[in-house]
């Protein structure tokens, strides 16, 4: 019901829908490759490294190290590199953006990561210089959309699926908030859409307590990574992994079963 | 997030969303006892009796024996006695409207059950019969609409909530099959609608496979009762209880940790 997402070339996973992705969040090199290995036990499908939380940011070095770190500690799952900026919901950071665009480009001629995150909503330079890194070292290019205020617009979200395609991302991800129940329906809906009018696979959620709808079953409208904590300190709210499985295993059971009875 | 069901004026449960009702479905006395033994050791909320599934239906004594059978193995669980029709998704029976009335008349005479299930679809006499029925011996009222070929818009779903109100009924049942994903969010919307528009508990649910996420949180969008299954062969494809309160259990840990990590 969601596309399958590709680290050079292949598949990841087994075909299991959604793929699950665990964050990343320690502010510290060593906390960082305990936390790394912490969460690579729970075995992701995906772990996602949110260097903006990590207070070395500044330094390169300390930046490579701590990839290292996680590379070394959670063996061949696919890692994504993110900086999430402050205006799409991230931490402070002492960089400025020429910088992190530097960062990114080092991170990706590393090896050590598979995938990179960029926001659809830095400037057009700085992207394409980001997306050009990426490309040219093999490595997937996430291009995302995160409103912490709102939901948009249906016809707002299935639009930023296409700027994502056009802009040569190997995925669109969309990350908005609901103000009520319909906001939820909202999302669904555009990610439903989008999964039909775009090539790439998608990920999509909508954030706070009615949104955790969205990560347990949004894949089913075509979202095909729901993000999920690996370890219960370190992102509180965010289901669990193993909260999130119980749930899978629910549904894939349910859906398993083909037609559901006529009783009601 | 849903209203609460009353049975002769107080509420059913301690605040838990959704209620889980579950069906007995068995053709024979014998048979049923045991299936009603076996749902209510799961502790279902509340318990429907699907009569049109029993042979004896035309044997009104058979009928009152086998609620009498039902009730001995079930306790204080409230009861909800249901009679299908063919027209939406019922067995055949060998009883004519007319005699099914009748039935509805005495069952709610006998005291035996909380709640009785009319069709909306019925000749407006027969309901009102069998509406009268039940407020004459305080048996609760659920009016009821199932389309087994499809999804109607979601203003026609809300005009069965209202038509539902308007006919007096205590609690108002839409059931539909959706034929893509787009109609499960139909139903979800009609039934957040519903839900602000109108006063009574709805009991809401998409069908088939698709249907599986308005069976575990339609509550959310206003659905008070959930029907599962108490025994696995007794409805295949529906949720088992066992498996509906453990997605349950999530998503009230979930929604309970209130605002969600703003992480992803």
Chains 1, 2 share one sequence.
Not at 9 to 21: K, N, T
């Amino acid at each position: 019901m969601s596309k399958a997402v590709l680290r050079r070339g292949a598949p990841i996973g087994q075909g299991q829908e959604p793929l699950i992705c665990a964050p990343l969040v320690a502010r510290q090199l060593p906390a960082l490759a305990t936390e790394a290995a912490a969460v690579a036990a729970r075995q992701p499908d995906l772990i996602e490294w949110r260097v903006d939380f990590f207070d070395a940011i500044a330094d390169l070095d300390q930046v490579l190290a701590g990839a290292a770190a996680v590379r070394a500690a959670i063996g061949a799952i696919p890692l994504i590199f993110t900086r999430r900026s402050i205006r799409e919901g991230g931490e402070p950071i002492a960089l400025d953006e020429t910088q992190v665009v530097a960062m990114q480009q080092a991170i990706c001629a590393s090896g050590l990561v598979d995938f990179l995150d960029c926001e659809l909503s830095c400037a057009a330079p700085h992207f394409q210089a980001s997306a050009d890194a990426a490309r040219r070292h093999g490595v997937g290019l996430i291009a995302s959309f995160h409103d912490f205020q709102r939901t948009p617009p249906a016809a707002d979200i299935v639009a930023r699926f296409h700027q994502a395609a056009a802009a040569g991302a190997d995925i669109a991800k969309v990350a908005v908030m609901p103000r009520t129940l319909d906001d939820v329906l909202t999302l669904l809906g555009a990610t439903l859409q989008g999964a039909r009018e775009v090539e790439l696979p998608l990920i999509t959620m909508s954030m706070g307590p009615y949104g955790v709808l969205t990560r347990l079953f949004g894949w089913m409208f075509g979202s095909s990574v729901s993000f999920a904590v690996g370890e219960a300190a370190s992102a509180p709210g965010q289901v669990p992994i193993d909260d999130m499985r119980r749930v899978l295993d629910v549904l894939h059971r349910s859906l398993g079963k083909g037609a559901m009875s006529a009783r009601q």
